[in-house]
């Protein structure tokens, strides 16, 4: 694979990141993963408005960088002839240097697609006060993911496959990787975003395609004592797209959420971005 490291073309086992890059020694750092169906990125605007936006809250000046993005996207899916990937974009706070004249840089690189077959994954639900959670308003995806990944970890010891964060108000907020929805009575629930949970440019495809299903949409305020009431619960994120899950034994028939795996499936396999 030939990987994009900061205006230079290099094989993946040859890339390198200068020691003294910001976004290696303070995590000075956005980046997205970019679903590629066909060769073609799904909801690239979406993705640059996030990065905007995160490099606003962080103060990183890269209007300029960020308009190179989609045709070095290009250059990167042809020459690595891609079909299907997850790409990676990540922009850092470049070279230390005098901190004004500091150089932004880019990176890009992808991994492929997993299947995850064996649905409903079990979920476990973790207090956040336990973990280092950098949460900014708006959510930005900055490399600062330590409390995420610690979580992540603790899950998997537990032998589940994702942890759900609870808020230190009692409000379930979203997962280390992934958003969370729920269902119950014909009504898509997911925690609202005023929580600072990451925008999710699957959650945002799924609310589309749950409305054209005729499902009623509610970014809510969501307590953990009420997650016995629902009727389904799933994750979402580019990598997994919808994936029904369980906890502490919680059954569901996942009747909307199995249509909703298949319609963002669908959507995926056909190669555009836009719910019609
Ligand atoms: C904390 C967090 N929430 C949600 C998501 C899902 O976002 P998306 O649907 O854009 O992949 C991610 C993706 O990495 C994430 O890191």
Redesign the pocket.
């Known amino acids: 694979m030939m990987i994009y490291a900061n205006g230079n073309w290099v094989k993946a086992e040859d890339a390198v990141i200068p020691f003294n890059d910001q976004g290696f020694l303070y995590g000075e750092s956005l980046f997205e993963?970019i679903r590629t169906n066909h060769g073609k990125p799904f909801r690239i605007e979406k993705h640059l408005e996030r990065l905007q936006s995160g490099m606003q809250t962080i103060r990183m000046d890269g209007k300029a960088l960020l308009d190179t993005i989609p045709a070095l996207l290009q250059t990167f899916i042809a020459k690595n002839e891609i079909k299907q990937a997850l790409i990676r974009v990540m922009i850092t706070r470049g070279a230390i240097s005098s901190a004004s004249d500091a150089k932004l840089a880019l990176y890009i690189s992808a991994r492929g697609v997993s299947r995850f077959e064996d649905w409903p994954f079990e979920v476990i639900f973790f207090e956040e006060k336990n973990y280092p959670i950098l949460r900014f308003h708006p959510a930005i995806?900055s490399g600062n993911y330590l409390g995420?990944m610690l979580a992540k970890k603790d899950a998997e010891a537990a032998g589940a496959f994702e942890p759900v964060f609870i808020n230190n108000d009692g409000y379930i907020t979203?997962?280390?990787?992934?958003?969370i929805f729920f269902i119950k009575d014909n009504v898509l629930l997911t925690p609202t975003i005023e929580l600072g949970v990451?925008p999710?440019?699957?959650?945002d495809t799924i609310m589309e395609l749950a409305r054209k299903r005729g499902l009623q949409v509610q970014e809510a305020l969501i307590r953990y004592d009420q997650l016995a009431e629902m009727d389904e619960a799933f994750i979402?994120?580019?990598g997994v797209g919808v994936l029904p899950v369980t906890w502490n034994g919680f059954e569901s028939n996942y009747k909307h959420s199995q249509v909703l795996r298949k319609d963002l499936q669908l959507l995926f396999e056909s190669g555009a971005s836009d719910v019609t």
């Open positions: 993963t995806k995420n979203e997962c280390a990787i992934r958003n990451l999710g440019v699957i959650r979402s994120s580019t």
